[in-house]
């Protein structure tokens, strides 16, 4: 559908007068509305784009539009847009609609960015299948019967079926990372701090990053000069200068020194996936990058320690949906108490019901030093695994998932099983590095392969960089996602 192939190259085409912008528009949801049995949108905001499609197309021709005047962006439906819906897919907040703009979503705004729709997504973030949404699992592009990974898996879709330029995601210990990975496309969780949470609905709070998908790794970085930087409304946000990340990955990689953590390609890495993540440091090598064996001995630790910690977030988070202030609330007369457990039966989802649970035995009298203390002291231990790499290497190379998309429906009553399919991307959230799905080929089934590039805190640009290089060189699958 696109004539482009990039952002930058869009841009120059709406110029020229080459490419109408409300056409293109158009022509996105004509393509959303075709394939809507992916179920990648919760609300598609039709008029409003075509709107301000007139409006930025205005602003081009005048010479005053912003650094993304036409990229069609969709917004994972946990980040607040004014005046749009804000359901984070859940029954709790079906009527909830967002007063004030999420930073992220302002700053896309501000360089007229057009916002189309709300995607899919597991409720308030809480799964790796996008199959916990109150409006139903997404499908995957390239198979349908598939899962599309989760929790960002609206965003994947509409990015990797065309239904957009951009989508925003967020990522609390995989959700970006995975997603791209089971769908073919680029997922950017950058440094945690390095974006603005503000207007992010809160999963647990000192893990949650929210980062762009993109189908090239030039409109990854574009998005991401535009949505990262400092921000006084939020006291976590890192007052750290952000680079030009597109002139970044345009630099040479020699003399890039790239580590393969050994404990990430152990028992229980799918076979495809190995030989494609290998085949691709190979290429590397070929290059010119040293490739060396690095450790990282906690990684074991990694999923039982996310687990606690971010079910013991949640739990303190989720506590306000109440049926109080905002929210659903149980109808009928009931005492206090009861209206409480009545809202919170009524709209949470089993997969949040059990977070939620897991996580306030874990902070309950007697057990917090025994679980929350521990797990503490081990994310700690994984953060240490980090920087002692990033004293040998430049940026580490892993995959991004043990396995390619599953079937839908084949893991939602395992838990432990749907958990440790994010084995290889809790470690860098637990230590709050970056990191970057690539796409690398495809197994024999024809599904996405993700290769996955993590770095030290805020270098993004060389995360970016490497991505880049890897893509030029290996890849990304080849599907019918169109």
Same mark, same amino acid.
């Given at each position: 559908?696109?004539?482009?192939?990039?952002?930058?190259?869009?841009?120059?085409?709406?110029?020229?007068?080459?490419?109408?912008?409300?056409?293109?528009?158009?022509?996105?949801?004509?393509?959303?509305?075709?394939?809507?049995?992916?179920?990648? @949108?919760?609300?598609?905001?039709?008029?409003?784009?075509?709107?301000?499609?007139?409006?930025?197309?205005?602003k081009?021709?005048?010479?005053?539009?912003?650094?993304?005047?036409?990229?069609?962006?969709?917004?994972?439906?946990?980040?607040?847009?004014?005046?749009?819906?804000?359901?984070?897919?859940?029954?709790?907040?079906?009527?909830?609609?967002?007063?004030?703009?999420?930073?992220?979503?302002?700053?896309?705004?501000?360089?007229?960015?057009?916002?189309?729709?709300r995607?899919?997504?597991?409720? @308030?973030?809480?799964?790796?299948?996008?199959?916990?949404?109150?409006?139903?699992?997404?499908?995957?592009?390239?198979?349908?019967?598939?899962?599309?990974?989760?929790?960002?898996?609206?965003?994947?879709?509409?990015?990797?079926?065309?239904?957009?330029?951009?989508?925003?995601?967020?990522?609390?210990?995989?959700?970006?990372?995975?997603?791209a /990975?089971?769908?073919?496309?680029?997922?950017?969780?950058?440094?945690?701090?390095?974006?603005?949470?503000?207007?992010?609905?809160?999963?647990?709070?000192?893990?949650?990053?929210?980062?762009?998908?993109?189908?090239?790794?030039?409109?990854?970085?574009?998005?991401?000069?535009?949505?990262?930087?400092?921000?006084?409304?939020?006291?976590?946000?890192?007052?750290?200068?952000?680079?030009?990340?597109?002139?970044?990955?345009?630099?040479?990689?020699?003399?890039?020194?790239?580590?393969?953590?050994?404990?990430?390609?152990?028992?229980?890495?799918?076979?495809?996936?190995?030989?494609?993540?290998?085949?691709a440091?190979?290429?590397?090598?070929?290059?010119?990058v040293?490739?060396?064996?690095?450790?990282a001995?906690?990684?074991?630790?990694?999923?039982?320690t996310?687990?606690?910690?971010?079910?013991?977030?949640?739990?303190?988070?989720?506590?306000?949906?109440?049926?109080?202030?905002?929210?659903r609330?149980?109808?009928?007369?009931?005492?206090?108490?009861?209206?409480?457990?009545?809202?919170?039966?009524?709209?949470?989802?089993?997969?949040?019901?059990?977070?939620?649970?897991?996580?306030? @035995?874990?902070?309950?009298?007697?057990?917090?030093?025994?679980y929350?203390?521990?797990?503490?002291?081990?994310?700690?231990?994984?953060?240490?695994?980090?920087?002692?790499?990033?004293?040998?290497?430049?940026l580490?190379?892993?995959?991004?998932?043990?396995?390619?998309?599953?079937?839908?429906?084949?893991?939602?009553?395992?838990?432990?099983?749907?958990?440790?399919?994010?084995?290889?991307?809790?470690?860098?959230?637990?230590?709050g590095?970056?990191?970057?799905?690539?796409?690398?080929?495809?197994?024999?089934?024809?599904?996405?392969?993700?290769?996955?590039?993590?770095?030290?805190? @805020?270098?993004?640009?060389?995360?970016?960089?490497? /991505?880049?290089?890897?893509?030029?060189?290996?890849?990304?699958?080849?599907?019918?996602?169109?």
């Amino acid at each position: 559908m696109t004539p482009y192939r990039d952002y930058s190259e869009k841009r120059r085409l709406l110029a020229s007068g080459e490419l109408s912008l409300v056409e293109n528009v158009e022509a996105f949801l004509a393509r959303i509305e075709e394939r809507r049995s992916l179920n990648a @949108f919760t609300s598609v905001f039709a008029d409003e784009a075509i709107e301000e499609a007139k409006r930025v197309e205005k602003k081009i021709a005048d010479g005053s539009a912003g650094k993304l005047a036409g990229m069609v962006v969709a917004v994972k439906d946990v980040l607040a847009e004014r005046s749009r819906p804000n359901t984070c897919c859940s029954k709790t907040l079906e009527d909830f609609v967002a007063v004030y703009d999420a930073t992220p979503v302002k700053r896309l705004r501000e360089e007229d960015a057009i916002l189309i729709g709300r995607t899919n997504c597991d409720e @308030f973030s809480m799964g790796g299948s996008n199959e916990n949404s109150a409006f139903g699992p997404a499908r995957n592009p390239i198979d349908e019967t598939r899962v599309p990974g989760g929790s960002s898996g609206g965003s994947a879709v509409a990015v990797a079926a065309n239904l957009c330029d951009v989508a925003l995601g967020a990522d609390t210990g995989g959700s970006i990372r995975q997603p791209a /990975a089971y769908c073919g496309v680029y997922g950017l969780k950058p440094t945690y701090s390095r974006v603005s949470r503000y207007g992010l609905v809160a999963f647990a709070s000192s893990f949650d990053s929210v980062g762009p998908m993109a189908k090239n790794v030039e409109d990854v970085a574009l998005a991401l000069g535009v949505i990262a930087g400092y921000d006084e409304n939020d006291a976590t946000s890192a007052d750290v200068p952000v680079p030009d990340y597109v002139e970044a990955i345009s630099q040479d990689a020699k003399g890039l020194k790239i580590g393969l953590p050994k404990e990430y390609f152990a028992e229980g890495l799918n076979a495809e996936v190995r030989a494609a993540i290998e085949g691709a440091a190979k290429a590397l090598e070929e290059l010119g990058v040293e490739i060396v064996e690095v450790s990282a001995p906690h990684t074991d630790y990694a999923i039982a320690t996310y687990y606690l910690l971010t079910t013991a977030e949640a739990s303190s988070n989720l506590a306000r949906y109440d049926g109080m202030r905002y929210g659903r609330r149980a109808k009928g007369e009931r005492s206090l108490a009861e209206t409480y457990r009545a809202s919170r039966t009524e709209g949470f989802g089993e997969e949040v019901k059990r977070r939620i649970m897991l996580g306030t @035995f874990a902070l309950s009298a007697g057990y917090y030093d025994a679980y929350y203390g521990k797990a503490q002291k081990a994310r700690r231990l994984v953060r240490e695994d980090f920087k002692r790499a990033f004293k040998k290497v430049d940026l580490l190379v892993a995959p991004s998932a043990p396995t390619t998309a599953f079937p839908l429906g084949e893991k939602i009553d395992d838990p432990l099983e749907m958990y440790l399919q994010d084995v290889y991307t809790t470690p860098a959230s637990l230590a709050g590095c970056p990191g970057v799905n690539v796409p690398v080929g495809a197994d024999a089934a024809g599904l996405p392969i993700g290769l996955q590039v993590i770095g030290d805190h @805020f270098d993004e640009a060389g995360v970016l960089r490497l /991505a880049k290089l890897i893509g030029e060189r290996v890849g990304g699958a080849r599907s019918s996602a169109e």
